[in-house]
């Protein structure tokens, strides 16, 4: 290096050190200006227009082919299409995909779109709008969801590789960012889900009053093998009609250690869908708003139900049950599976009509409490009686209560059950084929028994056990 040069670096370099000094001895920054341009022009179609280029997009079942969007030429325009982003990976949930919909409030139809690339959280959060420029894509069903993606000689529909999303894929900019925008789920029911418009699959959607079911209260929402490795897994929520659907959570969901909760409330979650079954995704345990008390599962009827103090029921104006489902929806009464999901059901015999419960033929080792339950104005009633018969009998197996405390749609446990079985006659027999029907007795009811409440029949067996079939006809107070 000669001695100009480096007089001149030299120069240089104290020129800027006295500038830099300047700056902070006057305390004045100067902040550079934000810049944000967008990379696509602006939108050629709508989010359903693309959806309906899909081959069979009104199919459920994926047929194996899928339409290639021309890439851009003299005769074929760009396709560029906006978005909002509603999954999140950040939880270990929606692996290698992000999922959108096209409005951010009632949107019309959703996409997921596959990428080969993990933490997508970080460059598209939910709420990000994006906008896509499809030219060269795939786009079709992937195992009964319209899926966006490229060609892979391994798949139907290829995830984009890492080093070129940018080619397909870009944020919206707000003027100085990012326009990310608040997703306000859809309000659904789960009679909903199954039968949804199909355009509702990848988009966010909240159900309120569920809860898991019973069974799985304080179990991992992950699940694991032999080996104690986590596996994906599915979790079953349900609401007060006995309507269920299933919450899919992967294997790396974190934390997968999150307990059920013995509680009820609202869920927001990601509707998906495999093959013919809908199936949801939570972002996170924050998508499960469980706060309230648990009601009551596996409850049918009671629709019309009035507080009488005398009455005769003999079950002549239902149908019998011929076919599935074989129970019967009481609109006057309760019909309450409360562990087995086995219902009282009429039955018809010599012209006579009556309902009928067994815990035989059932599930190994699987308990039958079925509840039976009577509006009554007990201020009002004097007494309680009812015929009886058992087929098939191998031990007692039908019980009965009063209650004044029980909320109808809460769980039986709450209630305070008083048993006045042994104030009646119950067969004991026979062991083989069916007895007869029988007057049970009549019981007078306590005059410190007063208001309105229940009597309750309770059907407790087991398939593994007791299974006796119990017959009840003719209950009558006056």
């Given at each position: 290096?000669?001695?100009?040069?480096?007089?001149?670096?030299?120069?240089?370099?104290?020129?800027l050190a006295a500038s830099q000094i300047s700056c902070i001895h006057d305390d004045k920054w100067d902040v550079p200006e934000i810049v944000c341009n967008n990379k696509f022009a602006a939108p050629t179609m709508t989010m359903a227009?693309?959806?309906?280029?899909?081959?069979?997009?009104?199919?459920?079942?994926?047929?194996?082919?899928?339409?290639?969007?021309?890439?851009?030429?003299?005769?074929?325009?760009?396709?560029?299409?906006?978005?909002?982003?509603?999954?999140?990976?950040?939880?270990?949930?929606?692996?290698?995909?992000?999922?959108?919909?096209?409005?951010?409030?009632?949107?019309?139809?959703?996409?997921?779109?596959?990428?080969?690339?993990?933490?997508?959280?970080?460059?598209?959060?939910?709420?990000?709008?994006?906008?896509?420029?499809?030219?060269?894509?795939?786009?079709?069903?992937?195992?009964?969801?319209?899926?966006?993606?490229?060609?892979?000689?391994?798949?139907?529909?290829?995830?984009?590789?890492?080093?070129?999303?940018?080619?397909?894929?870009?944020?919206?900019?707000?003027?100085?960012?990012?326009?990310?925008?608040?997703?306000?789920?859809?309000?659904?029911?789960?009679?909903?889900?199954?039968?949804?418009?199909?355009?509702?699959?990848?988009?966010?959607?909240?159900?309120?009053?569920?809860?898991?079911?019973?069974?799985?209260?304080?179990?991992?929402?992950?699940?694991?093998?032999?080996?104690?490795?986590?596996?994906?897994?599915?979790?079953?929520?349900?609401?007060?009609?006995?309507?269920?659907?299933?919450?899919?959570?992967?294997?790396?969901?974190?934390?997968?250690?999150?307990?059920?909760?013995?509680?009820?409330?609202?869920?927001?979650?990601?509707?998906?869908?495999?093959?013919?079954?809908?199936?949801?995704?939570?972002?996170?345990?924050?998508?499960?708003?469980f706060k309230n008390a648990r009601f009551a599962e596996g409850i049918v009827g009671g629709s019309n139900m009035t507080y009488s103090g005398s009455f005769t029921e003999n079950f002549e104006s239902y149908p019998a049950n011929t076919?599935?489902?074989?129970?019967?929806?009481?609109?006057?009464?309760?019909?309450?599976?409360?562990?087995?999901?086995?219902?009282?059901?009429?039955?018809?015999?010599?012209?006579?009509?009556?309902?009928?419960?067994?815990?035989?033929?059932?599930?190994?080792?699987?308990?039958?409490?079925?509840?039976?339950?009577?509006?009554?104005?007990?201020?009002?009633?004097?007494?309680?009686?009812?015929?009886?018969?058992?087929?098939?009998?191998?031990?007692?197996?039908?019980?009965?209560?009063?209650?004044?405390?029980?909320?109808?749609?809460?769980?039986?446990?709450?209630?305070?059950?008083?048993?006045?079985?042994?104030?009646?006659?119950?067969?004991?027999?026979?062991?083989?084929?069916?007895?007869?029907?029988?007057?049970?007795?009549?019981?007078?009811?306590?005059?410190?028994?007063?208001?309105?409440?229940?009597?309750?029949?309770?059907?407790?067996?087991?398939?593994?056990?007791?299974?006796?079939?119990?017959?009840?006809?003719?209950?009558?107070?006056?």
């Amino acid at each position: 290096m000669n001695i100009k040069n480096f007089l001149k670096m030299s120069l240089g370099a104290a020129l800027l050190a006295a500038s830099q000094i300047s700056c902070i001895h006057d305390d004045k920054w100067d902040v550079p200006e934000i810049v944000c341009n967008n990379k696509f022009a602006a939108p050629t179609m709508t989010m359903a227009d693309v959806v309906a280029l899909a081959p069979a997009a009104a199919s459920n079942v994926y047929t194996g082919t899928a339409y290639k969007i021309p890439a851009e030429d003299a005769t074929h325009p760009a396709v560029i299409f906006d978005g909002y982003v509603v999954s999140s990976d950040e939880n270990g949930n929606f692996y290698k995909t992000i999922t959108f919909q096209d409005k951010p409030e009632n949107p019309t139809v959703g996409l997921t779109v596959g990428i080969n690339k993990s933490m997508n959280y970080t460059d598209y959060p939910v709420g990000a709008h994006i906008r896509i420029k499809a030219n060269g894509m795939l786009i079709g069903k992937s195992s009964g969801a319209i899926t966006l993606g490229v060609e892979d000689p391994n798949y139907a529909i290829g995830r984009i590789p890492e080093s070129i999303i940018g080619r397909y894929i870009s944020g919206v900019c707000n003027g100085a960012g990012l326009e990310i925008v608040n997703i306000v789920p859809r309000e659904i029911t789960l009679d909903d889900i199954k039968a949804s418009n199909s355009n509702w699959i990848n988009t966010l959607v909240k159900v309120k009053n569920v809860q898991f079911t019973k069974a799985q209260i304080g179990k991992p929402l992950v699940g694991t093998d032999i080996s104690g490795n986590n596996v994906d897994t599915d979790r079953t929520i349900v609401d007060a009609n006995g309507k269920s659907a299933t919450i899919r959570t992967g294997a790396f969901f974190k934390p997968a250690a999150y307990q059920i909760p013995n509680e009820s409330g609202d869920i927001t979650f990601v509707l998906s869908r495999y093959n013919a079954t809908f199936q949801g995704a939570i972002r996170g345990v924050s998508d499960i708003n469980f706060k309230n008390a648990r009601f009551a599962e596996g409850i049918v009827g009671g629709s019309n139900m009035t507080y009488s103090g005398s009455f005769t029921e003999n079950f002549e104006s239902y149908p019998a049950n011929t076919s599935a489902p074989y129970f019967n929806n009481f609109p006057k009464y309760l019909n309450y599976a409360f562990t087995g999901k086995r219902y009282w059901e009429v039955r018809s015999f010599s012209g006579n009509k009556y309902i009928q419960l067994s815990a035989n033929g059932g599930d190994a080792d699987t308990a039958y409490d079925t509840y039976f339950m009577v509006p009554v104005d007990f201020t009002a009633a004097n007494t309680l009686a009812f015929n009886v018969n058992a087929g098939f009998y191998n031990g007692a197996a039908l019980k009965v209560y009063t209650t004044t405390d029980y909320t109808p749609g809460t769980e039986i446990t709450a209630a305070t059950l008083n048993e006045i079985t042994s104030n009646f006659t119950m067969p004991t027999g026979p062991a083989s084929g069916y007895g007869t029907f029988a007057p049970a007795g009549t019981y007078d009811f306590p005059t410190g028994l007063t208001g309105n409440g229940f009597i309750v029949f309770k059907y407790e067996g087991n398939s593994s056990g007791i299974k006796t079939t119990m017959q009840l006809d003719e209950i009558k107070v006056q």
